[in-house]
Nanobody
Framework: QLQLVESGGGLVQPGGSLRLSCAVSGLSLDYYAISWFRQAPGKEREGVSCISSRSSHSTTNYADSVKGRFTISRDNAENTVSLQMNSLKPEDTAIYYC???????????????WGQGTQVTVSS
């Protein structure tokens, strides 16, 4: 069965960096896109980044708010997807979720499975 487990969240100062990891099992990355979403208190869940399946050429997408600062990547040998977050800002504070979608890179309603989430807090 599809299962996703996030790790790597924590507290970091503005301008700092964190690397989030999403370990996936029960699915083939040949066919599933993996996305990162985030949700802050009182706000809707927001798409952050996505990497398409290998059959879709592993293309990447980023929200305008994180372009140039975040990088999504996949480690095929370890079956993980990572989100490298640099130059972090207080407004990046949220719970970050990874998700899998057979449909491809899309909005939250098209995701087939969600991880449990990991807290990222950017504060002095």
């Amino acid at each position: 069965q599809l299962q996703l487990v996030e790790s790597g969240g924590g507290l970091v100062q503005p301008g700092g960096s964190l690397r989030l990891s999403c370990a996936v099992s029960g699915l083939s990355l040949d066919y599933y896109a993996i996305s990162w979403f985030r949700q802050a208190p009182g706000k809707e869940r927001e798409g952050v980044s996505c990497i398409s399946s290998r059959s879709s050429h592993s293309t990447t997408n980023y929200a305008d708010s994180v372009k140039g600062r975040f990088t999504i990547s996949r480690d095929n040998a370890e079956n993980t997807v990572s989100l490298q977050m640099n130059s972090l800002k207080p407004e990046d504070t949220a719970i970050y979720y990874c998700s899998a979608a057979l449909f491809g890179c899309s909005d939250a309603g098209r995701q087939d499975r969600w991880g449990q989430g990991t807290q990222v807090t950017v504060s002095s």
